[in-house]
């Protein structure tokens, strides 16, 4: 597995970098022999140390934690425990979704925009209709089953995940809802 550390105006020293990589493997280890890289990003927030940390796994799915202490070491520590609940409450879901698929997620990519979120500028536009893009980026769009979506949702720790259904192509949703469930959203069952 590749490794890649590194801090936000904090120096990684060579001591972290080992515990980081020997304790992280450990983790991902037990629950995905398939690995491919992960990022593990440290900061700081006043007082707090944060740690951010990625694996990607070779089946095109992403399990991201992140733990915040006012030690280095624990914040580390805090993410790889939550990292490691995530993978334990999907481990028979990850085995049992990826054991007859062959190939990789197949994504496809996709136009993002990020818009301004000040309704005042969006009504001083010429209409008043149109907001302002404040950023144009591109995404990629998983193919995945319904089950495998909201798989990667919780694994990313997202509130939405946009994909494209494995069983018709066409383009779903699906979210955490303010009650807690997941909302599913599948355009082509309106009608």
């Known amino acids: 597995m590749r490794y890649q550390i590194s801090g936000k105006q904090i120096d990684v020293g060579d001591a972290l970098s080992t515990h980081v990589k020997t304790e992280l493997g450990e983790t991902i280890d037990k629950y995905s022999q398939r690995p491919t890289d992960a990022t593990v990003i440290f900061s700081r927030n006043a007082h707090e140390f944060i740690c951010d940390a990625v694996v990607h796994l070779s089946t095109g799915l992403n399990v991201q934690a992140k733990g915040a202490s006012t030690e280095i ?80 949702m919780e694994l990313a720790g997202s509130p939405l995940l946009v994909f494209r259904n494995e069983k018709h192509g066409g383009v779903n949703v699906v979210h955490r809802r303010e009650d807690g469930n997941v909302g599913w959203i599948d355009p082509r069952n309106l009608g």
Do not use: N
Not at 82 to 90: E, F, G, V
């Open 73 to 152: 070491y624990a914040a580390f520590e805090q993410c790889k425990e939550r990292m490691d609940k995530q993978l334990r409450r999907y481990k028979r879901r990850l085995k049992d979704h990826h054991k007859d698929r062959v190939e990789p997620i197949a994504f496809e990519q996709a136009g993002m925009y990020v818009l301004a979120a000040d309704e005042d500028e969006w009504e001083s536009q010429a209409d008043g209709l149109q907001p302002m893009i404040i950023a144009e980026m591109e995404t990629r769009v998983p193919t995945l089953s319904v089950g495998e979506a909201v798989m990667q």
